[in-house]
């Protein structure tokens, strides 16, 4: 179950940054310039779907596991660790990005900005929150299933 809600948040996820994103960087067409070439909404969506898709499968479900078990493992209050977990989903972020447009740019990081790495942290944010609010659901749809079954 804890595999499935990270996958489904990946999912999730992925689906609400992309088409934020390509809501925000899709021009009007009023504002088009002629014999200027400009990407879809649905091109700019599909292309940030499959690229988030991929790093949030590959490297935020692993890197989430990792860091709740060590969590899970930590005697201190459950608001302390929700803080910490979300201070290392962010710091996880950064790294991503750091080494992905590393990888990008043939670890040169000529022209890497401040910024990219600052959408890391937004995007693993939004990993652990819709992480934490499948967990919510499941656990309430759960219990419920289970006061009905006891009547």
Same mark, same amino acid.
């Given at each position: 179950?804890?595999? +499935?809600? &990270? !996958?489904?948040?990946?999912?999730?996820?992925?689906?609400?940054? $992309?088409? #934020?994103?390509?809501? =925000?960087? #899709?021009?009007?067409?009023?504002? &088009?310039?002629?014999?200027?070439?400009?990407?879809?909404?649905?091109? *700019?969506?599909?292309?940030?779907?499959? @690229? /988030?898709?991929?790093?949030?499968?590959?490297?935020?479900?692993?890197?989430?596991?990792?860091?709740?078990? *060590?969590?899970?493992?930590?005697? @201190? $209050? #459950?608001?302390?660790?929700?803080?910490?977990?979300?201070?290392?989903? =962010?710091?996880?972020? +950064? !790294?991503?990005?750091?080494?992905?447009?590393?990888? /990008? #740019? %043939?670890?040169?990081?000529? %022209?890497? @900005?401040? %910024?990219?790495?600052?959408?890391?942290?937004?995007?693993?944010?939004?990993?652990?929150? @819709?992480?934490?609010?499948? *967990?919510?659901?499941?656990?309430? =749809?759960?219990?419920? &299933? %289970?006061?009905?079954?006891?009547?």
């Amino acid at each position: 179950m804890n595999v +499935f809600i &990270r !996958i489904a948040s990946s999912f999730l996820s992925s689906f609400l940054i $992309s088409f #934020t994103l390509a809501y =925000i960087n #899709t021009v009007p067409e009023s504002e &088009r310039l002629s014999n200027t070439y400009y990407f879809s909404f649905f091109d *700019q969506f599909m292309l940030l779907f499959i @690229v /988030l898709l991929l790093i949030y499968i590959v490297v935020a479900v692993l890197y989430s596991i990792g860091v709740d078990n *060590q969590l899970r493992t930590m005697k @201190v $209050s #459950t608001s302390i660790r929700e803080m910490i977990a979300i201070l290392l989903y =962010i710091v996880g972020g +950064f !790294i991503t990005v750091f080494i992905f447009f590393g990888l /990008l #740019t %043939g670890l040169s990081y000529r %022209g890497f @900005v401040i %910024g990219s790495v600052l959408y890391g942290g937004a995007f693993a944010l939004v990993y652990y929150l @819709v992480t934490r609010m499948l *967990q919510f659901v499941c656990i309430r =749809i759960l219990k419920n &299933r %289970g006061s009905r079954h006891a009547l």
